[in-house]
C-alpha cells in the first residue's frame, strides 16, 4: 500500500503577515512633471519642410528630372498657382543643392 500523503499545509508552518496601517496614510500619486517645449525648428528646417511639401503636391506637375525652380516656373506657365513663397525661397537660397533638387533628386529615372 502507498503511504497517505497530507496536505501541503501540514508540512509547512502557517505565517499571516501583520496588518499594516499604510493605506490611510498614502499620499496621492503627484502629478507628472510637464515636460519641456519641444525645440523649435529652425528657419532653415521649415524653408526645407516647405519645400518638400511642394515636392509632393501633384497639382504642380512631376517634379522628377528638374529642379524646382524648373517645376515652379512650368506650373506658372501653365496656370497652375504655385505659391510665391516657394519661389522666393528659391530665388534666395539659388546656390544650396537641398534648395535646389527636388526630394526625389537621389532616385533614378
Not at 73 to 90: F, N, T, V
Request: glycine content about 4%; overall charge positive.
Amino acid at each position: 500500500m502507498t503511504a497517505k500523503r497530507g496536505l501541503i499545509t501540514d508540512t509547512f508552518k502557517v505565517v499571516k503577515k501583520a496588518k499594516r496601517d499604510d493605506r490611510r496614510n498614502k499620499k496621492p500619486p503627484s502629478p507628472p512633471a510637464a515636460d519641456p517645449e519641444p525645440p523649435r525648428p529652425s528657419k532653415r528646417e521649415i524653408e526645407l519642410q516647405e519645400l518638400r511639401k511642394f515636392d509632393l503636391d501633384w497639382r504642380f506637375g512631376p517634379c522628377t528630372g528638374i529642379s524646382r525652380l524648373q517645376r515652379w516656373e512650368r506650373a506658372a506657365l501653365h496656370g497652375l498657382d504655385p505659391p510665391q513663397d516657394i519661389k522666393d525661397i528659391l530665388l534666395t537660397e539659388s546656390r544650396d543643392p537641398e534648395y535646389t533638387h527636388s526630394l526625389w533628386r537621389d532616385y533614378p529615372l
